[in-house]
Every structure is written in C-alpha cells, then in structure tokens.
C-alpha cells in the first residue's frame, strides 16, 4: 500500500527567503512518481513538480526544486525567493505503477504555507 | 488550451434536489477524473474514466452517478445527497490513467453545499 506523510500542517517563511517543505513516502513498487501540488484559496490545484522514481537528477521548475532522496523515501519540496502569492496549502502526491494497481494520485495531508511579508 | 473548466462554481442543494456537475477539457486527454474534498483534508478520488470507460470506482454512494458523454466532458449527477456530501468537488485530466508519470490537470472545483 502507498502512504504519503506530511509532517508540518503549518509553515511561515519572511517574503523573499527560502523554505522547505518536508514530503515521505512509503511504497514497494519500483516505479513511480512523485507530484507536488499547489491549492490556493481559490481551490484550484496547481501542479508545480514532477520527480520520477528513475531520475537520477532532482527537478526544477523556476523557483521550485525538489529534494529526492531515495533510499530514505523522502521528496521534499523547495520553495526559494518566497512571495506573497506563495501562500498556500501545498499537498506532496505519488502514483505508482498500473501493474501494481497502485496508478492513482494519491495526496498527502497537505501543509499550509503562510508568506509573511 | 490548458484548462479544466468546472460549472457551477458554487451550488446550493436540498437534499431532494437533482444536480449536475460539469467538467470539460480540450486538451486531448483520455482520463478523466472526479476527487472529493472536505475541508482542511486532501482530495479523495471518488471514479475515473479511460477512454471514456469507467475504470475506477472507489466505492462511492449511488447518489454520486458519474457520466462520460465523450472524451471531452464529465458530469457528475447528483440526486438525493447528504449534508454530508458538501465539499469540494475537483475534476481533473491527464493524457493517459495508466502511467505513473502523468500529471494530472485539475480545474477550480465545484463547492457544493447540502442543506
């Protein structure tokens, strides 16, 4: 079974600094990926990163890194040079392999990030 | 196009209502999805579509009736719901439900609302 842990409900950084937010997984299926999503209070969910279970390099997206570690099963998500629009629940994803049966996106609780200028 | 576009943005509903959710995308996917989300919890998958077939069932209500007229459109018909059913309801899409590196593309939701 897959299980997705978000530790931190809650996150504050200053405007303009970097922040992290923690993301672990657990699974047993060698082939999958990992998905960071952004939902503003407007409800949308805004995708951010991808980093796949064979990439060997860690994503980036502008402003956004993600911090792969495979063997301790942890994907967190870096935010740099935070803004004011940053302000967001932020929830850490994973789908797995359809012959596993584990191909849904399944989320994690989420963390609440609160820029403060 | 990289949209999901959802209607109504907002409904109100008694519980001897019959509603409809719409969702559609010109994006060329062929899943499609519908999630569930209470407040202050993440989305829960609720059915997906492939190749306009439902696949994914997750045991949800009767009164949740899910519809995929063509590969560009999802309804979600609702008759008889409980307060308990008000959330947020997403739809997403991506090109393909099968593989684990797809992204799903979400539109802005459905807050419903059960009286």
């Known amino acids: 079974a897959q299980k997705i842990t978000q530790t931190q409900p809650g996150m504050f950084v200053q405007e303009k600094e970097a922040v992290t937010l923690d993301c672990t997984y657990d699974t047993s299926d060698p082939s999958y990926g990992l998905f960071w999503y952004k939902q503003p209070s407007s409800g949308e969910m805004i995708f951010l990163i991808y980093q796949g279970s064979y990439d060997q390099q860690n994503a980036t997206e502008g402003r956004y890194s993600l911090n792969f570690q495979k063997a301790r099963k942890s994907a967190n998500l870096v935010i740099s040079a935070s803004q004011l629009g940053d302000s967001a629940m932020y929830f850490c994803?994973?789908?797995?392999?359809?012959?596993?049966?584990?191909?849904?996106?399944?989320f994690g609780t989420g963390t609440r990030l609160t820029v403060i200028p | 196009d990289t949209e999901v576009t959802q209607t109504p943005k907002h409904l109100v509903m008694g519980m001897t209502n019959k509603k409809s959710l719409k969702c559609e995308q010109h994006?060329?996917?062929?899943?499609m999805y519908w999630y569930k989300q209470k407040a202050k919890k993440p989305p829960e998958l609720m059915f997906v579509?492939?190749?306009?077939?439902?696949?994914i069932n997750e045991s949800v209500p009767s009164r949740f009736s899910p519809e995929c007229p063509n590969s560009s459109l999802l309804n979600l018909h609702l008759h008889a719901l409980q307060p308990e059913d008000s959330a947020l309801y997403l739809c997403?899409?991506?090109?393909?439900?099968?593989?684990?590196?797809?992204?799903?593309?979400f539109g802005s939701g459905t807050q419903l609302s059960v009286l």
């Open positions: 994803a994973m789908k797995g392999s359809y012959q596993t049966g584990a191909n849904n996106l399944f």
């Open positions: 579509y492939s190749y306009e077939k439902l696949s």
């Open positions: 997403a899409s991506s090109q393909d439900w099968a593989r684990y590196n797809e992204k799903l593309f």
């Open positions: 994006m060329g996917h062929r899943a």
